[in-house]
């Protein structure tokens, strides 16, 4: 029952459904990748390579899916990794502070997803906790979350448009 209220609810903000062709999941009649008169719900592709990423589990691949919502809105990884809020804003020149950006913009969300997803992936994961030491070594452990963070959301936005599988020697060599 409440997997039916969580999709019920997902249709009707919009979530989930024929917006743009994107769902995270096929609801038959609502979403056009969907085959007529199945009864059952089936994974995108997108969110199936999600469940690949290390420290992403079945809720951050739907919150991640879900707010990204189509990638190839995002011309480079980059574009996807600012609105996710994993880069800084800051504008330097000549090594000197000049200003900063709008640290507000992007989608928190999907930022407060790619921290938790960092933080499993640093415990459970040996290749992405050598690379998060070796952060912790010149900075604070906060500011090495939110790197491993970073890494994790350009891993997702591969994973997304191509449509390969996470391959952690890659993304933390």
Avoid at 21 to 46: E, N, T, V
Avoid at 144 to 151: D, P, R
């Amino acid at each position: 029952p409440e997997t039916l209220l969580a999709l019920l609810w997902l249709l009707d903000h919009g979530l989930a459904g024929v917006d743009g062709g994107f769902c995270a999941i096929s609801i038959p009649g609502k979403c056009p990748k969907a085959p007529p008169g199945s009864g059952s719900l089936k994974l995108r592709p997108d969110y199936q390579g999600l469940l690949t990423v290390s420290g992403v589990g079945k809720v951050l691949a739907l919150t991640i899916a879900l707010e990204t919502g189509q990638v190839s809105r995002f011309a480079t990884v980059g574009d996807f990794s600012s609105y996710c809020r994993c880069v800084g804003s800051e504008h330097r020149s000549n090594g000197k502070k000049k200003g900063s950006g709008n640290v507000k913009n992007g989608n928190k969300y999907l930022a407060w997803a790619f921290v938790e997803a960092a933080n499993f992936a640093v415990r459970y994961e040996p290749v992405v906790k050598r690379f998060y030491q070796r952060k912790c070594a010149k900075t604070m452990p906060v500011v090495a979350i939110k790197a491993v963070a970073h890494k994790l959301a350009r891993a997702c936005y591969h994973v997304m448009r191509d449509r390969v599988p996470f391959d952690v020697q890659r993304a933390f060599a």
